[in-house]
Nanobody, 115 residues
Framework: QVQLVESGGGLVQAGGSLRLSCTTS????????IGWYRQAPGYQRELVAT???????DYADSVKGRFTIFRDNAKNTIYLQMNSLKPEDTGLYYC?????????WGQGTQVTVSS
């Protein structure tokens, strides 16, 4: 069982930045992959960024160059640094972990980007 708690969402103007955090109940070094997804109203949930074993990161094309995913194993936390935010980045952001072939999701944190 893995519990995930997200934080850091909020309202920001276009061009601004936010940093999301996902704290896990188990060592992040033992959870791979782990990452961020988002869902906008009326749209399906989509991948934003993931971290695999060895620290390899994958990003959705729409966020490459603007978002960075990284982890702090000492704090059992992964982060999503979001820069140059756009209104289309608005959505509910979820942390997802896969452990022993089971999917675990956090409750989500809302990000709203105003134009």
């Amino acid at each position: 069982q893995v519990q995930l708690v997200e934080s850091g969402g909020g309202l920001v103007q276009a061009g601004g930045s936010l940093r999301l955090s996902c704290t896990t109940s188990r060592k992040t070094s033992s959870i791979n992959p782990i990452g961020w997804y988002r869902q906008a109203p009326g749209y399906q949930r989509e991948l934003v960024a993931t971290l695999g074993s060895g620290g390899s990161a994958d990003y959705a094309d729409s966020v490459k160059g603007r978002f960075t995913i990284f982890r702090d194993n000492a704090k059992n936390t992964i982060y999503l640094q979001m820069n140059s935010l756009k209104p289309e980045d608005t959505g509910l952001y979820y942390c997802k972990a896969i452990s022993y072939s089971l999917d675990y999701w956090g409750q989500g944190t809302q990000v709203t980007v105003s134009s």
